[in-house]
């Protein structure tokens, strides 16, 4: 993915993704913002009817199961299993080819890209070229209020169908060529745009699918995909309670599913999936109670996960909360910052299966640094935190209490209460947590922004680069933007960084604009999370856990 050495001498086409083509991209392990009973049916792919159903947690996804209009993890879980992309990415983060067979450029602006032969969806219509073009359309156009809108922003036209009201219907950068190939051209080089593409807002829908309101609603609903899974029978997505998944016999990628399905439960507290887990009643779990930390390792035994992953979290502070903007806003959220001891919530909440943050990314990701300008701010010191609340005193007195709203069914009451007890000790202030019953409910007045104060927030890589956990959730406007943060001096970084020649001097780039992230503090970093879960080693072999800490699930089969 690095430069062409011979650009702008004798240009020539190269495939950008086979295989490892983008080895050291990622450091390697050993991820939209994140976090029983058995299914039935059997299925064609890797799997059949013979061989056990794989249970394993999951959440009420928070909207319909369209791939442009989901960036929460727990629909996010459901479409990776029913959906294939142009890539797919490999247990250490390594991009590898599934329905595209290539994927070229001669100046990473102008992309060709050509999809394998006899590709179908689980319903044995065809994907096509057209089946990603009207997809990435669909999700783009401003009046389709989708919440990935955002990244097709790099591709040429994005301006005129996010106009209100749009003055286009399509982007001018995508054409088919023929059913197999079409071209994307950028509005500039983005060295990392083959990388992106094995995101959930890049899948392909049916012809069709998307069409009209009501049309989405449906597909939403019982969405036809051309992944290693498909819903087991209409109707198998049980609101709040689970969905029942079987291998896809028409899908030919390398994701063959080798179990006879996957039902993902939709648990209301950790704590219960966990006891599941422990007495044989989940076969995975991929989220471990902060009340379990300390012995889920004894527990599970050689069943325990405890691995680095590619999750950042935090809690966002919205632009609009009262004495929260300005100068005034700064130093508040400053002083919050330094009147954490993150170490010690690490230690004793989370027994070192948290690491203290550093910056805004992941150690995961190549590319990252400790020593970013500004993280200071990341340090406990009482006496800054003090000071810089009296300053903001000064200018405008504080009343009433300040919360941290969180879902109850995610185990984060632990850290939150202790979060809450530190600001409050520290600078004589009244803080609280604000449980909302579940990560739905929670994601509801965050997305529709009714929420009264800070809020917890996280992010698990959508995709293996740094820059994923930027743009998406501080560049102005984007989809995962809760708090409305907007620099234009952070904007034009990122620009800079999308543009460069390389992702290596992208990521230098976007040191800088972490630097501006520190001064303004949208959200107040906190620590970066391990894989933290396990398996149960008396009904299932070959689990795997990802670089962003989620299990491969096609890869497990029955002990």
């Not at 030919?252 to 599941?276: H, I, M, P, W």
């Not at 995975?284 to 050689?302: C, I, M, N, R, Y």
């Not at 200018?395 to 995610?410: L, V, W």
């Amino acid at each position: 993915m690095s430069a062409d050495p011979t650009r702008g001498f004798k240009p020539t086409r190269r495939n950008v993704l086979f295989g490892a083509a983008l080895s050291g991209m990622l450091v390697a392990t050993g991820c939209s913002s994140d976090d029983g009973g058995s299914g039935g049916g059997g299925g064609g792919g890797g799997g059949g009817s013979d061989q056990k159903v794989i249970t394993a947690n999951g959440s009420e996804p928070q909207n319909p199961l369209i791939p442009t209009s989901t960036n929460e993890t727990g629909g996010g879980k459901i479409l990776d299993a029913i959906f294939a992309g142009l890539v797919y990415y490999d247990a250490e983060g390594e991009p590898q080819n599934d329905v595209a067979e290539s994927i070229e450029t001669e100046d990473e602006q102008n992309y060709t890209i050509t999809i394998k032969d006899d590709q179908v969806f689980s319903d044995g219509s065809p994907v096509t070229a057209q089946s990603f073009v009207d997809a990435w359309n669909y999700g783009a156009l401003i009046t389709n209020a989708q919440l990935s809108s955002y990244f097709f922003e790099p591709i040429e036209g994005y301006d005129a169908v996010q106009a209100d009201p749009p003055t286009a219907e399509t982007l001018s950068g995508l054409e088919v060529v023929d059913e197999k190939t079409f071209t994307v051209r950028l509005v500039g080089p983005t060295a990392d745009f083959p990388l992106r593409l094995g995101y959930s807002a890049y899948f392909p829908v049916p012809e069709g699918s998307l069409a009209d309101a009501d049309t989405a609603a449906a597909f939403g609903e019982n969405p036809i995909g051309n992944g290693p899974y498909k819903l087991a029978q209409e109707g198998a997505w049980q609101h709040n309670v689970q969905i029942d998944l079987v291998p896809n016999e028409e899908y030919k990628g390398g994701r063959q599913a080798k179990n006879g399905g996957l039902s993902l439960v939709f648990y209301q507290s950790q704590e219960t999936a966990y006891n599941d887990l422990v007495t044989g009643s989940l076969d995975v779990l991929d989220a471990v109670p902060d009340s379990a930390f300390g012995t889920f390792e004894s527990d599970l035994g050689k069943g325990a996960i405890n691995q680095p992953a590619a999750i950042f979290q935090s809690f966002v502070i919205p632009e609009g909360l009262e004495h929260f903007g300005g100068d005034e806003g700064k130093l508040r959220r400053a002083a919050i910052s330094y009147a954490i001891n993150r170490p010690e919530i690490t230690k004793a909440i989370f027994q070192d299966t948290r690491t203290p943050a550093k910056d805004f990314t992941s150690p995961v990701i190549a590319g990252w640094k400790a020593d970013v300008e500004g993280n200071e701010v990341l340090t406990f010191d009482e006496a800054k935190a003090q000071k810089m609340w009296a300053d903001a005193e000064a200018m405008s007195p504080y009343e009433g209490t300040f919360t941290i709203g969180y879902n109850a069914d995610g185990g984060h009451q632990g850290w939150v209460d202790a979060t809450c007890n530190q600001i409050a000790n520290v600078l004589g202030i009244q803080a609280q947590g604000q449980p909302y019953p579940t990560f739905a409910e929670l994601r509801t007045d965050v997305t529709n922004r009714t929420i009264k104060g800070a809020f917890r927030s996280g992010w698990q890589a959508d995709y293996p680069g740094l820059y994923n956990f930027l743009a998406p959730l501080y560049a102005t406007g984007a989809g995962s933007n809760d708090g409305d943060y907007s620099n234009p001096e952070f904007d034009a970084l990122l620009q800079q960084a999308q543009e460069s020649k390389s992702i290596e001097e992208g990521n230098e780039v976007l040191m800088d604009a972490q630097t501006i992230l520190f001064t303004d503090l949208p959200v107040i970093p906190l620590w970066y999370s391990n894989a933290t879960g396990g398996y149960s080693t008396e009904t299932v072999t070959d689990v795997e856990f990802a670089w962003n800490s989620v299990p491969i699930y096609e890869n497990i089969v029955a002990a």
